[in-house]
Nanobody, 121 residues
Framework: QVQLVESGGGLVQAGGSLRLSCAASGTIFVVNAMSWYRQGPGKQRELVAVITSVGYTGYADSVKGRFTVSRDNAKNTVYLQMNSLKPEDTAVYYC???????????????WGQGTQVTVSS
């Protein structure tokens, strides 16, 4: 059984910063790409940032230059540093990881439970 547990959400004023964390635990052989998604009120879930197992990163245009994704492979943890936050960044943020639970398993997508980020104007 694999679990992704997120932390770090909260309420912040526009222009402020938050750092989200997501730790994968359980039966894990390999963790491939790890990603952050978000879903704002009345909106579809969208990809925010992705980082591969070797550190290549990608970002949505709306967060480039403000958000930074990183990971600690030894801890199976991914982070999202969010700076210069805007009210439109308000959303539930979800962690996603592509994980091989065992040596003979194929990759499986796992999701965290989500953490609320609210940016006040």
């Amino acid at each position: 059984q694999v679990q992704l547990v997120e932390s770090g959400g909260g309420l912040v004023q526009a222009g402020g910063s938050l750092r989200l964390s997501c730790a994968a635990s359980g039966t894990i052989f390999v963790v491939n790409a790890m990603s952050w998604y978000r879903q704002g009120p009345g909106k579809q879930r969208e990809l925010v940032a992705v980082i591969t197992s070797v550190g290549y990163t990608g970002y949505a245009d709306s967060v480039k230059g403000r958000f930074t994704v990183s990971r600690d492979n030894a801890k199976n943890t991914v982070y999202l540093q969010m700076n210069s936050l805007k009210p439109e960044d308000t959303a539930v943020y979800y962690c996603n990881a592509q994980i091989l639970p065992g040596v003979s398993d194929g990759p499986v997508n796992y999701w965290g439970q989500g953490t609320q980020v609210t940016v006040s104007s």
